[in-house]
């Protein structure tokens, strides 16, 4: 088995020394892949990339102790006898191969078969068999990926290997059993690989509270393995451990962290004119209106609907509404303006 070792990919010196790890702590063996852009170069370049990266996390070097290509080339990171960066908890007893494909990308025959062949290896110097685990067995991320997941589950075969179903994902923080890294609350979407102004929000909060040690350059509005240790680090603060502390938001430790739940903000609908309402009139509009009246609590007026057509109970439910704020006071007409509409619906 031939490793392209770090001199001849042209690695640049380690920053600070890696410390070192006995064969008899490994007791496990970790897939990854690159995520989710799909991996263009090829040769020594993907090396040099992954190197840039992994030290703009402040990381020494290359944080995978191997790394493969589609070519089925192993090349040296860690290597044997360092400690990794490619698993929280797992640095120590997890060998850590990084299988260089994005998330659209399918692994090649060649690749696996170096990967098993490099696992193969692993166990005949450890004298054990060791564990084969995918990224997200031990954390809460979407690495390897569903393609590698499963190969890594059916065994790791070598040969002809056609993707079976995905397993049910594993994967937080420590515990190697909970099953998610992604959530939802109040209809915005949290962990890894999360995008918007609420993530950007979550980072800020727990920097705010200490939590920002795994940030390098600041949080962002794309949630990434960063953000997860961090919320870590936060959910344990507050006394949750093992799959509540997973690196995923619940609502209660959302909550807690922000003071209220951020929710998916709605749109506030253009006002469409003030031909569209008043006695005789009969459209979509009054029916929105209506609704949102009984929404905000002014729908006493109601016997029966609200529906399209306009009716007394529309007139008495909106001028209750105009009543009710005093910058509309001067103007309670029963009848809905541009100001009227957008205090509404905001
Ligand atoms: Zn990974």
């Not at 590698?148 to 397993?167: C, E, I, N, S």
Request: proline share 8%.
């Amino acid at each position: 088995m031939k490793i392209v070792t770090r001199a001849e990919w042209g690695a640049t010196p380690w920053a600070g020394t890696p410390n070192a790890v006995p064969l008899s702590a490994r007791t496990e063996f970790f897939i990854h892949y690159d995520g989710g852009t799909p991996v263009s170069r090829t040769g020594f370049a993907i090396m040099r990339a992954i190197e840039a990266e992994h030290r703009a996390n402040g990381w020494s070097g290359v944080g995978y102790n191997f790394v493969v290509d589609q070519a089925g080339t192993i090349y040296e990171g860690r290597g044997w006898d360092l400690q990794g960066a490619h698993c929280p908890d797992h640095n120590i007893t997890g060998i850590g191969v990084q299988i260089a494909i994005g998330g659209s990308q399918e692994p090649s025959a060649k690749a696996l078969a170096a990967a098993r062949t490099l696992y193969e290896e692993a166990c005949r110097k450890t004298g054990r068999t060791l564990q084969k685990k995918g990224h997200k067995d031990g954390f809460a991320t979407a690495c390897p990926g569903p393609t590698l997941y499963a190969w890594v589950h059916a065994g790791m075969p070598a040969g002809d290997y056609k993707p079976a179903p995905t397993p049910a994902p594993g994967g937080s923080i420590g515990t190697g059993s909970a099953a998610r890294y992604q959530t939802t609350i109040n209809g915005l979407l949290y962990g890894y690989g999360a995008r918007g102004a609420h993530i950007t929000r979550v980072g800020e909060a727990l920097m705010k509270r200490g939590f920002g040690k795994h940030y390098t350059s600041g949080p962002g509005p794309t949630w990434t393995d960063v953000d997860t240790m961090n919320y870590h680090d936060y959910q344990l603060s507050i006394g949750l451990t093992g799959t509540a502390a997973d690196g995923v938001p619940g609502p209660e430790s959302l909550k807690k962290l922000l003071g209220s739940l951020p929710s998916a903000a709605k749109p506030t609908p253009p006002f469409p004119g003030a031909f569209y309402f008043g006695p005789g009139k009969n459209n979509a509009h009054i029916a929105l209106l209506g609704v949102q009246l009984v929404a905000r609590g002014f729908g006493k007026h109601y016997t029966s609907g609200p529906g399209p057509k306009w009716s007394e109970a529309d007139c008495k439910n909106l001028r209750d509404f105009q009543l009710s704020r005093p910058e509309l006071r001067g103007d309670a007409d029963g009848l809905p303006g541009p100001k009227t509409w957008r205090l509404l619906f905001s």
